[in-house]
């Protein structure tokens, strides 16, 4: 499983409150990044991070911010959940090595936006 | 921009049946190109890397780079292959992943 947490692992929450959902790593890889998952739409890349305070936005990226203080920790933020947020998100990390271009990835979380 | 298309988004076979998902994808550059499995609320595996040129469970997957093709295949399926298939598209600098909309396999018994 290449290291990788994630928590809370599920979360109902209101629409219009802040969430933070954390992805833990333990394998020091320089790449992190966050997806969200909905049917018929695959994965979907929300933000990304090549290093401590290094980030860049993804395909849909309106509406959450991401922060990296740590090489272990990535977190992201939905700054005032929305029930188009309901969905279940993914972060992974890129393998190390010289050519190595896949991802892993951690257990997912299950967001709920009431 | 890179993109890539799996057309069905089920298939459903008999076990022993051959199988095969299929994988399209645009790119100018040079594709690195990933098949990635997704048991019943697990997390994804990566299954199969073109570049590798392995078979996993019996899976193999070959790049045509004149039809712009990854299509995955089994000769005989199996029960436990039942799963969400996904098949991805790596950019040059090897940072970013886009993912196609996935397949439901069902295999029945």
């Known amino acids: 499983d290449a290291g990788i947490t994630q928590s809370p692992r599920h979360k109902v929450t209101e629409t219009g409150t802040p969430v933070t959902l954390r992805c833990h790593q333990t394998e020091n890889h320089r790449y992190m990044y966050w997806y969200r998952q909905d049917p018929g739409h695959g994965l979907r890349l929300i933000h990304y991070s090549y290093g401590v305070k290094d980030t860049d936005k993804g395909e849909v990226s309106d509406g959450y911010s991401v922060s990296r203080s740590k090489t272990e920790d990535f977190l992201l933020t939905l700054e005032s959940a929305t029930s188009s947020q309901t969905s279940v998100y993914f972060c992974?990390?890129?393998?190390?090595?010289?050519?190595?271009?896949?991802?892993?990835f951690g257990p997912g979380t299950r967001l709920t936006v009431t | 921009a890179q993109r890539v298309t799996q057309p069905e988004k089920l298939l459903s076979v008999f076990k022993g049946a051959p199988v095969e998902l299929k994988c399209n994808y645009s790119y100018s550059g040079s594709p690195e190109l990933f098949w990635y499995v997704q048991y019943s609320r697990q997390r994804l595996q990566l299954l199969l890397r073109?570049?590798s040129r392995e078979s996993i469970k019996g899976f193999t997957a070959d790049l045509n780079k004149g039809e712009t093709s990854f299509h995955l295949k089994k000769p005989f399926a199996q029960e436990e292959d039942s799963a969400m298939y996904y098949c991805?598209?790596?950019?040059?600098?090897?940072?970013?992943?886009?993912f196609g909309g996935g397949t439901r396999l069902m295999v029945k018994p």
């Open positions: 073109h570049i």
């Open positions: 992974a990390i890129r393998g190390s090595g010289l050519g190595t271009y896949e991802q892993y």
């Open positions: 991805a598209l790596s950019n040059n600098a090897g940072n970013m992943l886009t």
